[in-house]
């Protein structure tokens, strides 16, 4: 079974499930249902990225940002590789490449793990209406860009891309020459990819970029109401039923907060289409007679 096709059509039908109920001014169902929308795409986006396994759905329940934990672990463990090579090969540091990455800073991602972390650790914790209004407002104004500029790489920035491996390539060759066959094969597969497939595929990975951005913050929206909006809490005098009116901030927002969750819907289903994944596929294929 495509269990990342399925999670993502089953956050289409709750995405609508929640729509119709705010309509019906079920206010506290609509909410959940919402949620549930964003806790499927974003576990789905996690096993289209091999963040995590179909196994560890389940221990993950609710709190779906803790995938974006994962995620930021991930980059972090990758820069620190990326800069443990750099020190192997000292005049990679020489290079286009990786001159602008090799001073990154460890710092940002442990910033980024704390904030994600205090949202794991107070899963109740609701943004305030202020936060709410300015995320909803970065949201939409990426959206707003995305749609008049019609994001595009243009040929030229690939064909410029392109001699920066082989600069990358000559320095390892130089260190290590019995590895300059195997690198020369791979560069003739990389310069022998068609600038349309390449220019494609640069904008499929900028779509998985915008995709992970928004359900991050429509996580830390949406988590903190996943139980709040279908239980009464006694001890805090907690009724769903009277919290959740037409004055709660994410009621007085859902039109807009559906708005951007079916955006999300619909750049995951072009990022998990066939055609997407074939050309995917292209990359690690030999090419030419």
Sequence with gaps: ???????????????????????????????????????????????????????ELKDIGHESIEIYVKVVEGLKNKLIRFQDRIKQFPKLKHTTLFKEYENLSLDKFDDMLNNFEFYIKHPDRQISETELEKTIFELTKLETEIES???????????????????????????????????????KKLESVPLELMEELMGLSIIQAICNNHLLFLSAISCPHAVSS?????KYEHNPLTAYTGEHPLIKRFDQIT???????????????????????????????
Aim: net charge negative; charged share 30%.
């Design 230 to 234: 279908r239980y009464p809490y006694p």
């Design 149 to 187: 500029q019609k994001i595009t790489i243009e040929k030229d920035e690939i064909e410029n891309f392109k001699p920066l491996f082989r600069e990358v390539a000559d320095v390892i060759s130089e260190q290590y020459p019995a590895s300059k066959e195997t690198i020369e094969e791979e560069l």
């Design 1 to 55: 079974m495509n269990t990342k096709q399925v999670l993502l059509d089953i956050a289409k039908q709750d995405l609508e499930a929640a729509k119709s109920l705010y309509e019906k001014k079920l206010y506290p169902q609509a909410v959940f249902y919402l949620e549930q929308a964003v806790e499927k795409a974003t576990k789905s986006m996690g096993l289209y990225q091999n963040v995590i396994s179909e196994d």
């Design 259 to 289: 708005r951007i969750i079916k955006g999300v819907l619909d750049k995951m289903s072009k990022l998990f289409s066939q055609d997407s994944s074939d050309k995917l596929k292209l990359l690690s294929k030999p090419t030419g007679g």
